[in-house]
């Protein structure tokens, strides 16, 4: 019996349709989760995780200590990977939103990796 998908898994589906990361041109995608934000970008040909940064970690949590804004954690999740991305020479990327609106907390990490370096 075929699962059932929410409207947001249905629309991440229809955009992976579309959106492949390559070994030039790899995949950044964000998953949003109420506390949170996690980001990766995956080369999909390859089938690897080249770099990845998330809301959670001690560094992210240092980083935006001071910091009351409502989305610094996802601006320093998005400047984190850039750097991570940059280091292992990757300069541009294609970007998955993984079906959620770009607004908000996803809108935010994409302008800070762009800010940081990122093309997309």
């Given at each position: 019996?075929?699962?059932?998908?929410?409207?947001r898994?249905?629309r991440?589906?229809?955009?992976?349709?579309?959106i492949?990361?390559?070994?030039e041109?790899?995949?950044?995608v964000v998953?949003?989760s109420n506390k949170?934000?996690y980001?990766?970008?995956?080369?999909?040909v390859?089938g690897?995780?080249?770099?990845?940064?998330?809301?959670?970690?001690?560094?992210?949590?240092?980083?935006?200590?001071?910091d009351k804004?409502?989305?610094a954690?996802?601006?320093?999740?998005?400047?984190i990977?850039?750097?991570r991305?940059i280091?292992k020479?990757i300069?541009?990327v294609?970007f998955?939103?993984?079906?959620?609106r770009?607004?908000?907390?996803?809108k935010?990490?994409a302008d800070?990796a762009?800010?940081?370096?990122l093309?997309f």
């Amino acid at each position: 019996m075929a699962k059932r998908l929410g409207g947001r898994e249905r629309r991440h589906l229809r955009i992976r349709k579309k959106i492949k990361g390559t070994a030039e041109r790899p995949r950044l995608v964000v998953f949003r989760s109420n506390k949170h934000i996690y980001a990766q970008i995956v080369d999909d040909v390859g089938g690897r995780t080249i770099a990845g940064a998330c809301g959670s970690a001690k560094m992210i949590a240092e980083k935006i200590k001071e910091d009351k804004e409502r989305f610094a954690e996802s601006r320093a999740v998005g400047e984190i990977l850039a750097e991570r991305a940059i280091k292992k020479g990757i300069n541009r990327v294609v970007f998955d939103r993984a079906g959620y609106r770009y607004h908000g907390r996803i809108k935010a990490l994409a302008d800070a990796a762009r800010k940081a370096g990122l093309e997309f």
